[in-house]
């Protein structure tokens, strides 16, 4: 587009021109072929960086690799279906464990009750009633083995005798001749 060149104030001496007279600037500096744009410690540094990142994403790709059980030959896929999988089994897996340890303190909390044939109880008992809390608490168990006890009698277990020592406290015993010989030593030192 042409401007027109309006002088305000014209003096005399100056020609007019119909086009501005401009004073012609230095030229762009242009990259010459084969020249460098960017110094070689800038560019060894950018790769050095990027080499940094691709060996970062292959010890992030086998691991994930390894945590998904994949083979190096497969591929990975939609990771967001193959996360999502994942963490399904692993919820599976953490309830079924879950659920094992709970048995395992039923089972405990069953045969500490005394009185009971432990091995009939632990068929006959309707474990619906118990219940374990997150710290590992049992309840139930004693009202269910009190139902099972109504409805199956055979249940109920002989008393057993108490544990008794050897030689309990205050019992005369017989002394021997080596006893009482030990007593005579012991007395005298």
């Known amino acids: 587009m042409l401007y027109p060149y309006i002088q305000l104030f ?3 001496a100056d020609p007019v021109t119909a086009e501005p007279v401009s004073e012609p600037t230095a030229p762009a500096a242009e990259p010459k072929k084969g020249g460098r744009l960017f110094s070689e410690d800038y560019v060894h540094t950018v790769r050095s ?3 940094g990142y691709r060996t970062a994403a292959k010890t992030y790709e086998a691991a994930l690799r390894t945590v998904m059980g994949l083979k190096e030959g497969d591929e990975l896929g939609d ?4 996360v999502s999988a994942y963490q399904k089994s692993l919820s599976k897996q953490r309830e079924a464990t879950l659920q094992a340890a709970n048995q395992r303190l039923i089972r405990a909390e069953l045969r500490s009750l005394e009185g009971y044939n432990h091995k009939l109880l632990e068929r006959v008992i309707d474990l619906s009633g ?4 997150d710290e590992g608490n049992v309840t139930g168990v004693k009202e269910a083995a009190e139902a099972a006890l109504k409805e199956f009698p055979e249940v109920k277990a002989e008393k057993r005798q108490q544990y008794a020592p050897l030689n309990p406290a205050g019992a005369n015993i017989p002394a021997n001749e080596n006893q009482k ?3 005579l030593i012991r007395g005298r030192r």
Do not use: G, I, S, Y
């Open 130 to 133: 118990v219940q374990v809390d």
């Open 79 to 82: 990771l967001n279906a193959r």
């Open 49 to 51: 960086e990027a080499a």
């Open 10 to 12: 014209a003096e005399p």
């Open 181 to 183: 010989m030990n007593d």
